[in-house]
C-alpha cells in the first residue's frame, strides 16, 4: 500500500462524497481521450481524485500551484511503489513530469471555471478583440 498526500479535509469526506467532488483523471468531456489514467501502466487515479478535491475547494493561484505540487508529488509516490525495474521507473517518472507540466500549463481554465461570478463576464464584440 502506498501513502498519498492530501488535505485533513478529504479523508474526513467519505468516499461517495469525495466521488461527487471530482472526475478522475482529464476533464468530463469528449477531451478526456486524451488524457491518461495510467503511465506506463500503473494508475494514477488515486492522485487525479486528490488533485480535483483540491482544485475543488481552492479559490486562488497559491492553492492551484499547491494542488499541481501535490499531485505530482502522488504520482511520484505511486511510481516508486509500483516500479520495481530501473527502467521502468525511470519512464513512468517522465511521464509523470509530462503529466504535470501539462497539468501547469493547461489546468488553469478548469481549476478557474465556476469560481467567477457571472456577472463579471460580457460578451466583447470580434471587433474589439
Known amino acids: 500500500m502506498v501513502k498519498l498526500f492530501a488535505p485533513a479535509e478529504y479523508w474526513k469526506f467519505g468516499d ?5 467532488m471530482t472526475n478522475g483523471c482529464g476533464p468530463e468531456s469528449w477531451k478526456s481521450i486524451f488524457v ?4 506506463f501502466g500503473v494508475s494514477i487515479v488515486a492522485a487525479c481524485m486528490i488533485h ?7 479559490s486562488n493561484e497559491v492553492d492551484r500551484e499547491e494542488a499541481d505540487r501535490v499531485f505530482l508529488n502522488n504520482m511520484l509516490r505511486i511510481v516508486e511503489h509500483k516500479s520495481s ?12 513530469l509530462l503529466y504535470y507540466a501539462t497539468v501547469r500549463d493547461c489546468g ?5 471555471a465556476d469560481k467567477n461570478p457571472d456577472e463579471l463576464f460580457k460578451e466583447v464584440a470580434e471587433s474589439k478583440m
Open 85 to 96: 525495474w530501473f527502467l521502468t521507473r525511470m519512464i513512468r517518472r517522465r511521464l509523470a
Open 36 to 39: 491518461p489514467n495510467r503511465l
Open 52 to 58: 480535483d478535491f483540491m482544485y475543488y475547494l481552492g
Open 16 to 20: 461517495e462524497a469525495v466521488q461527487e
Open 108 to 112: 488553469g481554465v478548469y481549476f478557474w
